[in-house]
């Protein structure tokens, strides 16, 4: 009878296929039923034996931490607070510090401070740990929680606890809070060159940098000699946003792909028509805390040869991060769910973007000795195939003729930030070359 079935539908060839399917996935339900009995089994000795009490709510939000923890850096579980906190950041707009941190064996470890924010002017730096907050030890417990007892009114203060590598005993740094209302795009025009300070990939990014370029070109009656796109420190955001920002500067080709755990999941992303920078050079500058969308935007006009990238290796965070609300309140679920290309197919996963022009912080004077965070550095980290490969400035005994300044030199000479100073030179550079190079006009 199902023969002669399956016959109908023209399906004779599927009965030989579905035994041994079932079959499989007779024995991926096995091994799935024996380990939640393990953890059901785990579950009631807890509530059973445990010294104290607990409720069902904890030991199962414990379970879904750890569940998550167990997977990458980037995936996590947010309840509503945590939820809500989410979108104040997205929206560009909060109450806080400007650190962006995570965590290693329960402490709280610091990737990056936002440039102009409260705790890059105490000054926070990477790969410092925070082990107190308010006189109170914070161990083991939850990145939210951490963020949510940083956070506060604007004008009330906290103290952290902070231990640093190449200090021999903890100190407390004093922070008071503020708005967290940066702009997502600062703009300023020196030696006829437009500089758009991107901090951020919020919802009004892309929007922001086509204002501020209007606002150049009106300040200078026409283009400037090339643009600086400085993403230093920029942690990122919105994946819409970075597509939006390195769309402003292509005429055409592929942005940025997604790929998921299927050979079918891949979304990609174009350029449409119109340069709104006409042409003109630009240099993008990077550093380690240039992240994920700001990655896209670099390793895309680096791969269409529209941008010379500028400064050091970047961060290297290329995967792909979802949110899935669930069922109960406002929960969710933030979720890894895919690696991004570059257009020419390469992952910056854990490589980050390596520059065109290696050039170092020289105003800094800790900028050989500071400790860079990077992707690479965080546990569990999702891992490139490829290989990583550590290009930071190495010193070899031989200063290179560029960069043999010092810090107090630079200073005598008034220069405050060395990367952006040698992107001007170069644009400088560059300008003159062309100029050179332009075939004269004879009147006839």
């Known amino acids: 009878?199902?023969?002669?079935?399956?016959?109908?539908?023209?399906?004779?060839?599927?009965?030989?296929?579905?035994?041994?399917?079932?079959?499989?996935?007779?024995?991926?339900?096995?091994?799935?039923?024996?380990?939640?009995?393990?953890?059901?089994?785990?579950?009631?000795?807890?509530?059973?034996?445990?010294?104290?009490?607990?409720?069902?709510?904890?030991?199962?939000?414990?379970?879904?931490?750890?569940?998550?923890?167990?997977?990458?850096?980037?995936?996590?579980?947010?309840?509503?607070?945590?939820?809500?906190?989410?979108?104040?950041?997205?929206?560009?707009?909060?109450?806080?510090?400007?650190?962006?941190?995570?965590?290693?064996?329960?402490?709280?470890?610091?990737?990056?401070?936002?440039?102009?924010?409260?705790?890059?002017?105490?000054?926070?730096?990477?790969?410092?740990?925070?082990?107190?907050?308010?006189?109170?030890?914070?161990?083991?417990?939850?990145?939210?929680?951490?963020?949510?007892?940083?956070?506060?009114?604007?004008?009330t203060s906290v103290r952290i606890t902070v231990v640093r590598a190449g200090r021999e005993r903890p100190f407390d740094v004093n922070i008071t809070r503020a708005i967290i209302d940066i702009p997502a795009v600062r703009s300023e025009v020196r030696d006829r060159v437009g500089i758009l300070t991107v901090t951020t990939f919020t919802r009004n990014t892309t929007e922001m940098a086509q204002r501020a370029m209007a606002d150049i070109e009106r300040q200078l009656g026409g283009p400037p000699l090339g643009y600086i796109v400085d993403l230093r420190s920029n942690p990122g955001g919105l994946l819409d946003q970075a597509v939006g920002l390195s769309d402003l500067f292509l005429e055409r080709g592929e942005i940025v792909s997604q790929r998921g755990r299927r050979r079918t999941d891949i979304e990609r992303y174009y350029a449409r028509p119109g340069d709104a920078a006409r042409g003109v050079p630009i240099i993008v500058l990077v550093d380690a805390g240039s992240a994920s969308a700001a990655e896209i935007v670099a390793a895309a006009l680096q791969d269409h040869r529209r941008a010379i990238v500028m400064g050091e290796r970047s961060f290297g965070k290329g995967s792909v991060q979802t949110l899935i609300p669930l069922g109960r309140g406002n929960s969710a679920l933030r979720l890894t769910t895919a690696r991004y290309y570059t257009p020419s197919g390469r992952s910056v996963q854990e490589g980050g973007i390596t520059p065109d022009i290696l050039v170092p912080q020289l105003t800094d004077p800790d900028y050989r000795s500071r400790t860079r965070i990077r992707e690479s550095d965080l546990r569990r980290h999702l891992v490139n195939e490829a290989g990583v490969r550590d290009e930071l400035i190495q010193d070899d005994g031989r200063p290179d003729p560029r960069f043999a300044a010092t810090a107090e030199q630079l200073e005598q000479r008034g220069i405050e930030d060395y990367q952006l100073h040698y992107a001007l030179q170069t644009l400088a550079r560059l300008n003159r070359v062309q100029t050179a190079g332009t075939p004269r006009r004879s009147s006839r």
């Open 1 to 155: 009878m199902a023969n002669n079935l399956f016959r109908s539908l023209g399906l004779v060839s599927a009965v030989a296929v579905i035994p041994a399917a079932t079959a499989a996935l007779a024995q991926v339900d096995v091994n799935s039923y024996r380990e939640i009995d393990q953890f059901m089994s785990v579950l009631e000795r807890v509530k059973g034996e445990y010294v104290d009490q607990v409720d069902d709510a904890t030991l199962i939000r414990g379970a879904i931490d750890g569940m998550l923890a167990s997977l990458d850096p980037h995936s996590s579980y947010l309840d509503e607070r945590g939820f809500r906190s989410l979108m104040t950041t997205t929206d560009g707009n909060y109450g806080g510090l400007g650190l962006t941190v995570t965590m290693e064996d329960g402490a709280v470890k610091v990737i990056a401070a936002t440039r102009g924010t409260p705790a890059d002017q105490a000054g926070m730096r990477p790969g410092d740990f925070i082990t107190h907050i308010d006189g109170r030890l914070f161990y083991g417990g939850t990145l939210d929680e951490a963020v949510e007892r940083m956070r506060g009114a604007p004008g």
